[in-house]
């Protein structure tokens, strides 16, 4: 019997989610010490702390002052002291946090030296084995360390998304059918055709080129939303979601 297909997750949903992001959460708590903004930037700090990594890395750091640099400063920019540097006007994320990083290092060097393990205990989990595998594979072309951080970051939304995907997939009972849908991730043939995939899963090819369509339209409502909790504003969302395609696409 043909299987039907359904999006795991509707539009509507996703939609609702946009509504309060973590990076809006931590603006509107402004100099005060809010424990929902302190909770909502120690998310978007432990999601996004390996563009970092990357960048320390990229700037002649070895592997273990690298971690504390970036350990240190997210001890610095949890602090309650910290959250008066953030500027609704500024509004991503993304360039508030390069930034900072940019400030602590460079004016509180020593201050980073007695932080940066944070009395014995990190602030933020970093799987430093991970990020060096991972950095081993970063370009060895004449990247800067700006550049990089860009590419890390758009990696780094891209693949939250994926993983978000696939879990929604897992949790309706279809976690093999994403293993072969995400074989078309351009909605077009690869090294195995629509005919052969259909007949494994028991759907037409029609019925598997829709399923492909549909879980493209969901991959893609999922970047959104990604980045949407690194924006202060949904007007930001736009521009930020086509930077991020511009980043990747170089």
Not at 48 to 64: S, V
Not at 65 to 81: E, N, P, T
Not at 92 to 119: M, N, P
Request: aromatic share 10%; charged share 30%; glycine share 4%.
């Amino acid at each position: 019997m043909q299987r039907e297909d359904h999006p795991p997750e509707s539009a509507a949903r996703t939609a609702a989610q946009f509504a309060t992001t973590h990076w809006s959460v931590v603006l509107d708590a402004g100099h005060e010490s809010s424990p929902s903004a302190r909770e909502a930037l120690e998310t978007l700090c432990r999601t996004y702390w390996y563009p970092l990594y990357a960048y320390a890395r990229r700037c002649g750091q070895n592997p273990e002052d690298a971690k504390d640099l970036v350990q240190g400063f997210f001890a610095y920019l949890l602090s309650r002291h910290a959250l008066r540097f953030a500027d609704p006007l500024k509004g991503r994320f993304r360039s508030y946090l390069l930034s900072s990083l940019k400030h602590f290092w460079s004016a509180q060097e020593e201050r980073a030296r007695a932080q940066k393990r944070g009395g014995g205990k990190p602030v933020v989990s970093l799987d430093e084995t991970v990020a060096e595998g991972r950095y081993r594979l970063e370009p060895r072309d004449d990247w800067t360390p700006d550049r990089l951080y860009e590419r890390e970051w758009a990696l780094t939304l891209l693949e939250q998304a994926r993983s978000r995907l696939q879990a929604e997939y897992a949790a309706s009972g279809r976690a093999d059918l994403y293993e072969r849908l995400k074989q078309f991730p351009f909605g077009e043939q690869g090294e195995r055709s629509f005919a052969v995939v259909s007949q494994e899963v028991g759907m037409t090819e029609a019925a598997l080129k829709s399923a492909v369509h549909r879980m493209r339209q969901r991959y893609q409502e999922l970047v959104r939303e990604v980045v949407a909790q690194t924006v202060a504003d949904p007007a930001e969302l736009e521009d930020e979601v086509r930077h991020l395609l511009e980043v990747v696409s170089q």
